[in-house]
């Protein structure tokens, strides 16, 4: 079964630290693509980094980082100097390719607070 | 980058009416389009795969006759939700796969049915 885990429903980080969220998947496929999506409270989802399975290095953007440990099937998300405005629903998302179409298959999300 | 357009984003209807929820991609053309929904401090469940100019991939478990997915052109998709009744009231929200296999979100649409 194509499946994503998140197994953290809350993290509570200080401003300015950082904090890893963690992101577990399964799937049989040797193709497959890795994203991160932050939601606010506002509800939009607010795509934060993508890593394919074939990718060599661990995908950065910016204070976002993706850890890719492809033989564990985890790619834990790192966000570093944490700001008040982190704080927000995030969820990991794998691509998956069923029935000869692509769609994404979400965990059930990690909400992250950021404290002062 | 790609931006989707979601509209309205909320939604206030009586029980029994109808309910039409448009997605535009802006700047690039959609092939696809996903319609999901999520309940609160839920997850996302997507419910359909929308396909331009045919008909769309329903999720097993979603009525097809209840959310009406239309893709009739590159750059829009709609979702109506017929009928609607109280327990249809949740955040709809849409998303079009662009360039590069990535995946862009609508800002979602907040639907009450009172």
């Known amino acids: 079964a194509q499946k994503i885990t998140q197994t953290q429903p809350g993290m509570f980080v200080q401003e300015k630290e950082a904090v890893t969220l963690d992101c577990t998947y399964d799937t049989s496929d040797p193709s497959y693509g890795l994203f991160w999506y932050k939601q606010p409270s506002s509800g939009e989802m607010i795509f934060l980094i993508y890593?394919?399975?074939?990718?060599?290095q661990n995908a950065t953007e910016g204070r976002y980082s993706l850890n890719f440990q492809k033989a564990r099937k985890s790619a834990n998300l790192v966000i570093s100097a944490s700001q008040l405005g982190d704080s927000a629903m995030y969820f990991c998302a794998m691509r998956v390719t069923q029935g000869g179409s692509e769609k994404l298959v979400f965990g059930k999300g990690t909400k992250l607070t950021v404290n002062p | 980058g790609a931006v989707v357009s979601q509209h309205p984003s909320r939604v206030i209807c009586k029980s029994g009416t109808s309910v039409k929820i448009e997605c535009r991609s802006l700047?690039?053309?959609?092939?696809?389009m996903f319609w999901y929904r999520q309940f609160p401090k839920k997850s996302l469940m997507l419910m359909a795969t929308s396909n331009e100019g045919s008909k769309a991939t329903y999720e097993q478990g979603v009525e097809k006759d209840k959310f009406l997915i239309n893709h009739a052109s590159l750059t829009l998709s709609t979702l109506t939700v017929t009928s609607a009744h109280p327990e249809d009231s949740s955040f709809y929200i849409c998303?079009?796969?662009?360039?590069?296999?990535?995946?862009?979100f609508g800002s979602g649409t907040r639907l009450t049915v009172v």
């Open positions: 890593q394919g399975s074939y990718d060599q």
């Open positions: 998303s079009a796969r662009a360039q590069a296999r990535t995946y862009t």
């Open positions: 700047d690039f053309q959609a092939t696809t």
